[in-house]
């Protein structure tokens, strides 16, 4: 469950990807019997929304691109300090590496964000758009979650480390 703070955050970027989800099949325009997502393609631009960008703060921040066809949700994590960023960096790289194990997640970011996800009309049809958009939800609540405690596991290991070190010249 999300914690108080973060809820309104959440609840807006929920209220959004509903509205963006609202995608059909559209073949390309240019190329017969292609049918690619037009928000990575970028063939024709009256195929493009606008995109829309939800901010808690400078660091957490959702840029929702939706066009005819998908939908491309990207995520900025928040990053306090320079340990947090780096165990970010590294567990949005395990993520990605896994990226067919998960469906919806883009193997690169966007730039200037953490992780994407790129939702098509196919996985609408095959998956419950609801639970789609839970899973993106969960995740942005579980991310800071995952991180804070991979945060608290290095500090006490690195602790224990020094203690013992110091033992030595005691």
């Known amino acids: 469950m999300a914690s108080n703070a973060l809820k309104p955050?959440?609840?807006?970027?929920?209220?959004?990807?509903?509205?963006?989800?609202?995608?059909?099949?559209?073949?390309?325009?240019?190329v017969e019997r292609h049918n690619k997502p037009e928000v990575e393609v970028k063939t024709s631009k009256e195929l493009l929304l606008n995109p829309l960008m939800i901010s808690r703060n400078a660091g957490e921040r959702v840029l929702i691109e939706p066009s005819i066809n998908s939908v491309r949700v990207s995520l900025g994590i928040k990053q306090a300090d320079e340990i947090e960023q780096i165990l970010c960096a590294k567990f949005m790289r395990f993520l990605?590496?896994?990226?067919?194990?998960?469906?919806?997640i883009r193997r690169?970011?966007?730039?200037g964000f953490d992780i994407s996800f790129?939702?098509?009309n196919v996985h609408c049809e095959e998956m419950y758009k609801h639970k789609v958009v839970d899973f993106i939800i969960?995740?942005?609540n579980d991310i800071d979650k995952e991180i804070s405690e991979m945060?608290?596991?290095?500090?006490?290991?690195a602790r224990i480390c020094?203690?013992?070190y110091m033992k030595t010249f005691c």
């Open 9 to 30: 955050y959440l609840d807006a970027v929920k209220v959004t990807l509903e509205a963006a989800l609202c995608i059909e099949n559209f073949s390309s325009q240019v």
């Open 108 to 111: 690169k970011p966007v730039k």
């Open 96 to 104: 990605t590496q896994r990226a067919e194990n998960f469906i919806v």
């Open 138 to 140: 969960q995740f942005m």
């Open 151 to 157: 945060k608290l596991a290095l500090n006490a290991r």
């Open 118 to 120: 790129l939702i098509t």
């Open 162 to 164: 020094a203690t013992t």
